[in-house]
């Protein structure tokens, strides 16, 4: 079992299937964020993303190790950008690879949820005329 867990200026979304490969896993499934360009009608130019960074990979180290304690994982990928991202730029990405398909989907969705839900990282939308820090937790 292996665990890539990173936090980066830019994500290089070609890289990941490499990366999440393994002879033992007959599926992987990936999960990419991206930048949109619409929230609540409001045209988004931009995000930033902000993190302190050592308490977030220890938290997205301890959501790779739930995720291979409940499922079946060969390898299991996190990755979140900080910094300004354009629209369409992805922000985070998230895999698993397994034997088979039910653990890789089940365990990818974890993976974002709980990402999103748990690790210090905050987002700033910026819109043409304003911007906003968004509550990352509820």
Same mark, same amino acid.
């Given at each position: 079992?292996?665990?890539?867990?990173?936090?980066?200026? #830019?994500?290089?979304?070609? =890289?990941?299937?490499?990366?999440?490969?393994?002879? =033992?896993?007959?599926?992987?499934? +990936?999960?990419?964020?991206? +930048? *949109?360009?619409? #929230?609540? =009608? =409001?045209?988004?130019?931009?995000? !930033?993303?902000?993190?302190? *960074? /050592?308490?977030?990979?220890?938290? !997205?180290?301890?959501?790779?190790?739930?995720?291979? &304690?409940?499922?079946?994982? /060969?390898?299991?990928?996190?990755?979140?950008?900080?910094?300004? &991202?354009?629209?369409?730029?992805?922000?985070?990405?998230?895999?698993?690879? @397994?034997?088979? *398909?039910?653990? $890789?989907?089940?365990? $990818?969705?974890?993976?974002?949820?709980?990402?999103?839900?748990?690790?210090?990282?905050?987002?700033?939308?910026?819109? &043409?005329?304003? @911007?906003?820090?968004?509550?990352?937790?509820?």
């Amino acid at each position: 079992m292996k665990k890539i867990i990173d936090i980066v200026e #830019t994500i290089d979304t070609s =890289q990941v299937y490499t990366e999440l490969s393994d002879t =033992q896993s007959g599926g992987i499934c +990936v999960f990419i964020g991206t +930048v *949109r360009e619409f #929230t609540d =009608q =409001q045209e988004v130019t931009a995000l !930033m993303f902000e993190t302190y *960074r /050592n308490m977030a990979l220890k938290e !997205m180290d301890k959501i790779a190790e739930q995720a291979m &304690k409940k499922w079946s994982l /060969n390898k299991v990928l996190l990755r979140h950008a900080i910094g300004e &991202k354009e629209v369409g730029e992805p922000v985070v990405v998230v895999g698993a690879s @397994s034997a088979h *398909r039910p653990e $890789c989907f089940e365990a $990818c969705r974890f993976l974002i949820d709980t990402l999103k839900e748990t690790v210090p990282i905050w987002k700033k939308e910026i819109f &043409k005329d304003k @911007s906003v820090w968004v509550s990352a937790h509820p």
